[in-house]
C-alpha cells in the first residue's frame, strides 16, 4: 500500500507535469484534525484546471495514478439517470486502487472554485497564486448547533409518533419496513437528542461526525453500549426489545436535554406513545381490535 507521502507526491507531480492543472486542493477527513488517522481515509483531492472538458472526454490520464479495482463517476450516473449535472462546473472520479488506497478526484475549472465554501480545504499548490488566503482547515462547520426550542420539540415529536408506524410494522410482522422506519425516522431523533447533550456538555465546540460515528467519544461507555443495542434483529421479537430500549434512552436523556437548554420535555405524550406500543406488543397475531 502506497504510504500517504507517495501518495502525495504522485498528486502533485501530476499537477506540477500538467499546464492544464493549475492549482490542487484538498479537503475531507485527511485535513481534518479531529479526524482519527486511519488506512481508509481517502484522499479528497481537487484540481483547479482552465476547463474540465479534456480531462473527462479523455479519461486515460488518471492511469497514471494506478491500478485500479474498480471506479464509479457519479456525474456520469446521474446524467444517465435524467438529473441536472454541468460537467463544465465539476467533474469526479471515486477510484479504489488495488493497493488499497482510495482517491476521489473532482476537477473544476478556475472561474467556479468553490473552495471558500467548505472550512476543510488545505491549498496543495497554486502555480499561478490565484487561490484565495484561506484559514487553517477546522471542522467548525459541523460541530454540533444549539437547537431551537421548535427543533427540540420537533425532535421528540416525530420520535414518540413514528413510533406508531413501528409498532403496527411489528405486528404484521413487516422488518424491513420496520427497519427503514427505526433507521431512517425514529433512531435519527434520538441521535439529536444525544448529539444536543453531547453540545451543550462541551459549550458545543464538538462534531460527532457523520452518522455519529464520533458520538462515543463523549457519551459515557453504558449509555453508548445501550445506543447500540437500539439496532438490529432479524425477528420481531428482537426488534421489540431494541425499540424497548431505545424508548428507554430517549425518555431518559431528551428532559435532561431539554432542562439544560431551557425547554418543556412532554411526558405525558412519550407515556402515551409507551403505552400504545406496550399494548400493541400484547396483542395476538390475529386480533380484530387494539383497544
Known amino acids: 500500500m502506497r504510504t500517504e507521502q507517495e501518495m502525495y507526491d504522485l498528486v502533485l507531480r501530476t499537477a506540477q507535469e500538467d499546464e492544464r492543472i493549475r492549482a490542487v486542493y484538498m479537503n475531507g477527513s485527511r485535513t481534518n484534525g479531529n479526524a482519527p488517522k486511519d488506512i481508509f481515509q481517502d484522499y479528497d483531492i481537487v484540481y483547479a484546471v482552465t476547463e474540465t472538458r479534456p480531462f473527462y472526454e479523455d479519461k486515460s490520464w488518471i492511469d ?37 488506497n482510495r482517491l476521489d478526484l473532482h476537477v473544476e475549472p478556475l472561474d467556479r472554485l468553490d473552495i ?46 413514528c413510533l406508531n408506524n413501528v409498532a403496527k410494522g411489528l405486528w404484521r410482522n413487516e422488518l424491513p419496513y420496520v427497519h427503514d422506519m427505526l433507521d431512517g425516522i425514529v433512531r435519527p431523533q434520538l441521535v439529536k437528542i444525544l448529539s444536543w447533550k453531547i453540545g451543550y456538555e462541551t459549550d458545543f465546540s464538538v462534531s460527532v461526525g457523520k452518522s455519529a460515528k464520533y458520538m462515543h467519544r463523549w457519551l459515557e461507555p453504558a449509555l453508548w453500549e445501550r445506543f447500540l443495542q437500539t439496532y438490529g434483529g432479524t425477528t420481531a421479537g428482537q ?53
Open 64 to 100: 497514471r495514478f494506478g491500478e485500479r479495482l474498480y471506479m464509479q463517476c457519479p456525474d456520469e450516473l446521474d446524467k444517465a439517470m435524467g438529473r441536472e449535472v454541468d460537467f463544465e462546473k465539476c467533474y469526479g472520479w471515486l477510484i479504489q486502487f488495488a493497493d488499497g
Open 116 to 161: 471558500l465554501d467548505d472550512k476543510l480545504c488545505r491549498i496543495l499548490l497554486d502555480k499561478d497564486g490565484i487561490l484565495p488566503d484561506i484559514p487553517e482547515a477546522t471542522d467548525v462547520d459541523f460541530h454540533v448547533k444549539r437547537p431551537s426550542e421548535a427543533e427540540y420539540l420537533a425532535a421528540c415529536n416525530e420520535f414518540w409518533w
Open 239 to 291: 426488534v421489540w426489545d431494541s425499540v424497548m430500549i431505545l424508548c428507554g434512552l430517549m425518555d431518559e436523556v431528551a428532559p435532561e436535554v431539554g432542562e439544560k437548554l431551557g425547554f418543556q420535555y412532554d411526558h405525558t405524550e412519550a407515556k402515551n406513545s409507551r403505552y400504545y406500543l406496550e399494548r400493541v406488543r400484547d396483542l395476538p397475531a390475529d386480533a380484530a381490535r387494539i383497544f
